[in-house]
């Protein structure tokens, strides 16, 4: 049997979605959490953790808050190192900054060297799991995988699929993006750690028949997620009806091909039509609200009590390099930020859920990951709620966990984030 290692502190879990009823009673705290071969084995009282596990190491992190590691299920990590590049709307953003950069990952070295610092940059700010979009290289996928599978890290990426509206080199064709994905899915899905996700980037990208492959190979693997991007902004929206004078919108344009499904990924999901709203709930697809960016490449506000209240699933994300962050502290800041500018502001238990066990549960991972309960692996992030003196002392007029909580959602960084465990190990670096 594996050593027990017993962490105290205020370890905070959920019992239920704080968006089902009063969130301030989603959560429950406890003194102690006990980890033993990769897994939470038990949580409670230091006393009976004691008494269960005689032999147990104690790490003690006093006053700080313990939950689960935080979940980005929507990243582009190839951006890692065009995050914050002035100026754009979306399409000529994709142009003049993103294709560029992405080119470059023909060379294995140079995705190697952006996936190690992606993965560095991700643990110090409290990120555990992501799901990311790679490049149209296959070799781009391999690094990812590789260096998450060396940190023993649960990660999720695919293939980015694109034949047309991209510059020469960054291409494939229907054919070579299915054979591609497919050895790429074959030789990773289901290795340790590790899921493949089918991935068309967007419908502006793809031909139809690219599409309708990308489809085939999904009914081929179903358990596969697919992950893509949905009406993040009105210029994309109106480009995406007159490539698809067929379609009933845009979200049309997945479903013809077989690309709508409780296994997708749609990221963004602003201006949705009803009918869009009705399919995506009616099949039970996640929704992937990406603030930092909707802010920052200024695509416009996501309707989170409107989508939540007719029971969508949404995941929480930075879209890094859209995104403006690597930090999911200020992911949550910004979707408050958003839903104050809609009129209803989120509470930090929701805020907190949907770093976690919301974006968990978008990837179909939530009995695995995104909680602190017996038999979740053990993915945990140690957050020091007094890290700078401007949080301290707010903090220290808290009354309540939550209010104690929120100022470091707020005015937070990685310096909140005092340790990081990865899969039953306290990260350490590579
Ligand atoms: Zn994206």
Redesign the pocket.
């Known amino acids: 049997m594996s050593a027990t290692t017993i962490l105290t502190g205020r370890v905070l879990s959920f019992a239920r979605s704080p968006f089902d009823g009063d969130p301030a009673a989603a959560a429950r705290t406890d003194e102690a959490v006990a980890v033993a071969g990769g897994h939470i084995v038990a949580r409670g009282a230091l006393e009976d953790l004691r008494a269960a596990y005689p032999g147990a190491e104690r790490r003690d992190y006093g006053d700080k808050v313990i939950c689960a590691g935080f979940i980005d299920p929507?990243?582009?990590y190839p951006q890692t190192a065009m995050i914050a590049s002035w100026g754009k709307r979306l399409i000529d953003w994709l142009n003049s900054y993103t294709f560029p950069e992405e080119m470059k990952f023909a060379d294995p070295a140079y995705a190697a060297k952006i996936a190690a610092r992606y993965l560095d940059l991700t643990a110090a700010a409290g990120t555990t799991t992501m799901c990311s979009?790679c490049t149209i290289h296959p070799e781009s996928v391999a690094a990812f995988f590789a260096e998450a599978q060396t940190r023993g890290q649960r990660v999720v990426a695919g293939k980015t699929c694109m034949d047309r509206n991209a510059p020469e080199g960054l291409r494939d064709t229907a054919q070579s993006a299915y054979d591609d994905s497919k050895a790429l899915l074959t030789r990773w899905h289901g290795v340790d750690r590790i899921s493949y996700a089918i991935t068309p980037r967007f419908s502006p990208t793809s031909t139809p028949e690219q599409l309708e492959a990308m489809g085939a190979l999904w009914a081929e693997h179903p358990d596969c997620l697919m992950q893509t991007?949905l009406s993040?902004q009105t210029d994309e929206i109106a480009w995406v009806k007159s490539l698809f004078p067929e379609a009933r919108d845009y979200l049309d344009t997945y479903e013809e091909f077989g690309l709508l499904g409780a296994n997708g990924l749609y990221?963004?999901a602003i201006h949705l039509e009803p009918r869009e709203r009705d399919r995506l709930r009616e099949v039970g697809a996640a929704l992937i609200h990406?603030p930092t960016?909707n802010t920052f490449i200024g695509s416009g506000l996501f309707d989170m009590a409107g989508l939540m209240a007719e029971g969508q699933r949404i995941g929480l994300a930075t879209?890094t390099g859209?995104g403006s962050s690597f930090s999911m502290l200020r992911t949550m800041a910004a979707a408050y930020e958003i839903g104050q500018l809609r009129g209803a502001p989120l509470h930090p238990a929701q805020l907190l859920w949907l770093a976690t066990a919301g974006s968990a549960g978008a990837l179909g991972l939530a009995d695995r990951i995104g909680n602190v309960a017996p038999g979740m692996e053990a993915d945990l992030v140690v957050l020091d709620l007094a890290s700078t003196p401007a949080i301290a002392q707010r903090a220290a007029e808290a009354e309540t966990l939550w209010e104690a909580v929120f100022p470091t959602i707020m005015m937070g960084d990685d310096r909140a984030v005092a340790e990081v465990w990865i899969g039953g190990k306290v990260w350490r670096g590579a």
Do not use: K, L, R
């Open positions: 929507h990243v582009h979009f991007h993040e990221g963004h990406c960016s879209d859209g």
